[in-house]
C-alpha cells in the first residue's frame, strides 16, 4: 500500500498526448515536444517496475522505420487528442494500447451529415473496424477547437493547467463564458471598426456561442455520432441494411443515404451498453499550427471531387465557429 501511495505521488501529472504528423516530429516539433520516457520510480526496485508498466506504456512513433518520437502513455491519467482523423491513420500499432484511455476527436470528423461526403466519416469507421478504438473508456468530441496563445486566465480558470499546451474543457462547465471573454475580445480588437467585427464575427458574446453549440449538439451531433459508432460495429452490407430489422425507416446523412439503427432491437441495445461515454468539449490548443507537408490550394466551398473534407465549410454553417474567416484549428488535411 505504501509503494502504491508513493506511485500515484511519483509518476507525472496527467497529460494531452498530441498526434502529430510525421513530417511535424521530423522537423521541428521534437524540439518543442519531447520525447517522454517511462517514470524514474520504474528504475527504483523490480516492485515499482511491475506497478508502472501495469499503469502505463511506452508509445514509439516510428518514421520511415526510424524512432522518431516517444511517449510514456498511462490511459488512466492522459488523453490521446487527435486534430486529425488523417493524422491518426498513419500511426499504426493503437489495437494494444486504448483499454481504458480517453481519446479527443473533432466531432465533424467522426460524422457523416446533409453538408459534405463521406471522406472523414469513412477514415473514422476504418480505424473503429480495424480495432484502434478498442476499450477506448471515453471520447471528448471537440465541438470547437481555439488556437489561443496571448491569453492568460487567473488560476481558477486556467485552460492549460501547468505546462500544458493543449486544454480540454467540457461544454457544460461553468467557468466557459470567463474563459471565452478575452478571447472574444482579441478577435474584435483585430478588425477595424464595429461593422466590420458584426460582420465576420459568427457571435455577439460568449454565452451565445455556448447556446449555439449546444443546439448543435442536442440537435443531430450526439445522433449522429452514435449511429456512426454503432453502425461501424455491425459490418452490414448495404445490401442487408434494407431487409434488415436494425434499421428504421429513418433517414439522415449526406443526400439521405444513410438509415438509422433501430435501438430497440436486442443487438443494438448490447453496442450501446458497450458504447464509450462520450461529451462535448471546447478544446484550447497554443501548439503551433502544422505545415501541410504540401502546399494546397484551400477551397471556399465543399468539393468531393478534389478531395477535401470541406471542414472549415460544414463548421460555418452550422455556427460552430468563433469568426467565419477564421481557419485555425478547423483545417484538417494535415497528412
Given at each position: 500500500m505504501k509503494l502504491l501511495l508513493t506511485f500515484v505521488i511519483a509518476v507525472p501529472q496527467g497529460k494531452v498526448i498530441y498526434l502529430h504528423s510525421q513530417v511535424d516530429y521530423l522537423n521541428d516539433f521534437y524540439r518543442r515536444y519531447p520525447s517522454f520516457g517511462i517514470p524514474e520510480?520504474?528504475?527504483v526496485c523490480r516492485e515499482s517496475?511491475?506497478?508502472?508498466?501495469?499503469?502505463?506504456?511506452?508509445?514509439?512513433?516510428?518514421?520511415?522505420?526510424?524512432?522518431?518520437?516517444?511517449?510514456?502513455f498511462d490511459p488512466r491519467r492522459d488523453s490521446i487528442y487527435i486534430p486529425s482523423i488523417h493524422i491518426f491513420k498513419r500511426w499504426h500499432g493503437w489495437r494494444k494500447c486504448m483499454g481504458g484511455a480517453t481519446v479527443i476527436l473533432n466531432v465533424l470528423e467522426t460524422v457523416e451529415d446533409q453538408y459534405r461526403g463521406r471522406l472523414p466519416s469513412k477514415a473514422f469507421k476504418w480505424a473503429i473496424q480495424s480495432g484502434y478504438f478498442e476499450g477506448v473508456r471515453a471520447i471528448d468530441l471537440a465541438m470547437l477547437t481555439i488556437k489561443c496563445k496571448g491569453v492568460s486566465w487567473d488560476k481558477e480558470h486556467d485552460a492549460y493547467g501547468e505546462g500544458g499546451d493543449v486544454g480540454v474543457v467540457g461544454l457544460d462547465d461553468k467557468r466557459l463564458p470567463t474563459m471565452l471573454r478575452p478571447i472574444f475580445n482579441d478577435i474584435r480588437g483585430g478588425y477595424i471598426n464595429r461593422v466590420e467585427s458584426l460582420q465576420y464575427m459568427a457571435h455577439r458574446r460568449p454565452s451565445c456561442l455556448l447556446k449555439r453549440?449546444?443546439?448543435?449538439?442536442?440537435?443531430?451531433?450526439?445522433?449522429?455520432?452514435?449511429?456512426?459508432?454503432?453502425?461501424?460495429?455491425?459490418?452490414?452490407?448495404?445490401?442487408?441494411?434494407?431487409?434488415?430489422e436494425l434499421f428504421t425507416d429513418i433517414k439522415f446523412g449526406y443526400q439521405d443515404r444513410r438509415r438509422a439503427l433501430n435501438r430497440e432491437h436486442d443487438t443494438i441495445r448490447r453496442l450501446i451498453a458497450k458504447m464509450p461515454e462520450i461529451r462535448p468539449v471546447i478544446v484550447f490548443d497554443r501548439t503551433p499550427t502544422p505545415v501541410p507537408e504540401q502546399s494546397q490550394d484551400w477551397p471556399n466551398h465543399w468539393d468531393n471531387r478534389r478531395g477535401y473534407d470541406g471542414l472549415e465549410v460544414v463548421s460555418n454553417r452550422r455556427g460552430m465557429v468563433l469568426a467565419y474567416n477564421i481557419y485555425d484549428g478547423r483545417m484538417t488535411q494535415f497528412t
Open positions: 520510480l520504474s528504475l517496475k511491475r506497478i508502472v508498466s501495469k499503469w502505463g506504456i511506452g508509445l514509439r512513433f516510428c518514421g520511415f522505420d526510424k524512432p522518431i518520437h516517444c511517449e510514456w453549440l449546444h443546439g448543435e449538439w442536442d440537435r443531430d451531433l450526439k445522433f449522429l455520432f452514435e449511429e456512426q459508432w454503432l453502425f461501424s460495429q455491425l459490418r452490414v452490407s448495404k445490401e442487408d441494411q434494407f431487409e434488415s
